[in-house]
């Protein structure tokens, strides 16, 4: 079965990079699309950003500039590189994946568990 799996998250002062890696495993065939997102307590889940197999590459606003999502096709892997980080930045990040499995030829999204992020001084 389809494994996601977060990894990189942790405490970090301001200003600090953090850099998140999510790696997809089980009978995958093709990754179409990635997307990091993340949820800050008693807040909804919200988009950071994106890259499809082209690649094209989405950020929210909020993260423009700071933040650098990138895949690695044959890892099935995807990273955030996080980079000026502020205490709003904090929260459970969270990856999800588009994609067909050798079992199942049609695109399905899949999450992995979270990873904690927490920016404080």
């Known amino acids: 079965q389809v494994q996601l799996v977060e990894s990189g998250g942790g405490l970090v002062r301001p200003g600090g990079s953090l850099r998140l890696t999510c790696a997809a495993s089980?009978?995958?065939?093709?990754?179409?699309?990635w997307g990091w997102y993340r949820q800050a307590p008693g807040k909804q889940r919200e988009l950071v950003a994106t890259?499809?197999?082209?690649?094209?590459?989405n950020y929210a606003d909020s993260v423009k500039g700071r933040f650098t999502i990138s895949r690695d096709n044959a890892k099935n892997t995807v990273y955030l590189q996080m980079n000026s980080l502020k205490p709003e930045d904090t929260g459970v990040y969270f990856c999800?994946?588009?994609?067909?499995?050798?079992?199942?030829?049609?695109?399905?999204?899949?999450w992995g568990q979270g990873t904690q992020v927490t920016v404080s001084s």
């Open positions: 089980g009978g995958i065939f093709t990754i179409y699309n």
């Open positions: 890259i499809t197999s082209d690649p094209s590459i």
């Open positions: 999800n994946a588009e994609l067909s499995t050798v079992a199942i030829m049609v695109p399905v999204g899949y």
